[in-house]
């Protein structure tokens, strides 16, 4: 299977996560609790996981399966870093508003090819470090309000705190993604062992948030496997089986592709999920939606396509030979 096939895959069931998110309200509420969806798809991971990875222990025996406790600790680390960010998220919420929020979201772009670099030790070449900074500007350009309404104003009006944890937030998603492709790539294991391994304390985490969500609401809606499907219907269902997929395919470009190729897949599904949203929510289309899309789609061609297809380059003076025979025969005549 091609990484671009399922980039594009990937692209596909971004875009239509937040879509169904949106049908899952209802009068603009949820009615199931939505921390156990991130629990559910963990667990849906997991399984899945579990029953490939038993599938290709049966038709391939030497497949390899690293058990020793030293390479397993390691996966329990993008759990931890997940679950600060995810702290870090709610923090930054509270000193600014869901616009600038998801304006500075973009800052991650950027900070993942960074720690691409630094971590990983993959060079970029200067056209795909420009492609990249142009990414980062096109989706940013998407998102920004007209400058008549009241949010152009208060993306400048946050305090410093909002800021700087604007910038962790986006560091830590980044940190996240990089040091998960370093647990893909750094041993020949079965990719579904691996992801038995991640899903594994991703379930345990997500598990440990509900039960601290239990305690913190003094247990009034009781425990969280009692209201575990309340309100679920059968758009919360398609909530958790994309969010699910979505996970096995970022773990399968962790593993043959790279960040890049991820952070490209999900900054296009924003777009294609705003573009989307025009038809089905009766948004109305911004002039800085088309300029964004421009800009991103000149991104991609920027990064991916063959520098001779960038650059033209002139072609190469091959007549020097035959003025240097004709010159020595001038000569010879002369003589």
């Known amino acids: 299977m091609q990484w671009y096939f399922?980039?594009?895959?990937?692209?596909?069931?971004t875009s239509s996560q937040g879509i169904l998110t949106t049908l899952s309200q209802s009068n603009g509420k949820y009615l199931y609790d939505y921390a156990t969806v991130p629990f559910l798809a963990e667990v849906f991971k997991?399984?899945?996981?579990?029953?490939?990875l038993w599938r290709e222990c049966r038709i391939s025996p030497s497949t390899r399966v690293t058990t020793e406790w030293k390479s397993v600790r390691l996966y329990v680390i993008p759990s931890i870093i997940y679950l600060i960010h995810n702290n870090v998220q709610f923090a930054t919420l509270t000193y600014v508003d869901t616009s600038t929020y998801q304006i500075m979201g973009n800052l991650k772009i950027v900070s993942t090819a960074i720690l691409f670099r630094l971590f990983l030790r993959r060079r970029l070449s200067n056209l795909q470090w420009m492609a990249i900074v142009l990414l980062a500007v096109g989706t940013t350009t998407s998102q920004v309000k007209g400058c008549g309404e009241a949010t152009c104003d208060s993306l400048f009006a946050a305090p410093i705190q909002g800021y700087m944890l604007g910038v962790l937030s986006a560091c830590l998603s980044a940190l996240a993604g990089v040091y998960t492709e370093f647990l893909m790539k750094k041993n020949n294991d079965s990719l579904?062992?691996?992801?038995?391994?991640?899903?594994?304390f991703g379930s345990i985490f997500n598990m440990a948030r509900l039960v601290?969500?239990?305690?913190?609401?003094?247990y009034e809606n009781g425990s969280w496997w009692q209201r575990l499907f309340n309100g679920y219907s059968i758009t919360t269902w398609m909530v958790v089986l994309n969010l699910g997929s979505t996970g096995l395919l970022v773990s399968w470009l962790m593993k043959y592709a790279d960040n890049i190729v991820k952070v490209y897949s999900t900054s296009l599904a924003m777009l294609l999920t705003m573009v989307l949203s025009v038809y089905l929510f009766n948004l109305k289309p911004t002039l800085q939606l088309l300029l964004g899309t421009i800009i991103c789609m000149m991104s991609l061609h920027m990064y991916f396509a063959p520098p001779n297809m960038l650059v033209d380059l002139p072609p190469q003076v091959r007549a020097a030979p035959e003025n240097l025979k004709e010159v020595a025969v001038e000569r010879r005549t002369d003589s």
């Open 46 to 52: 997991l399984l899945l996981s579990t029953l490939l």
């Open 6 to 13: 399922v980039a594009a895959l990937l692209t596909i069931l």
């Open 192 to 200: 579904y062992w691996q992801n038995v391994q991640l899903y594994t």
């Open 212 to 218: 601290l969500d239990d305690y913190r609401g003094g």
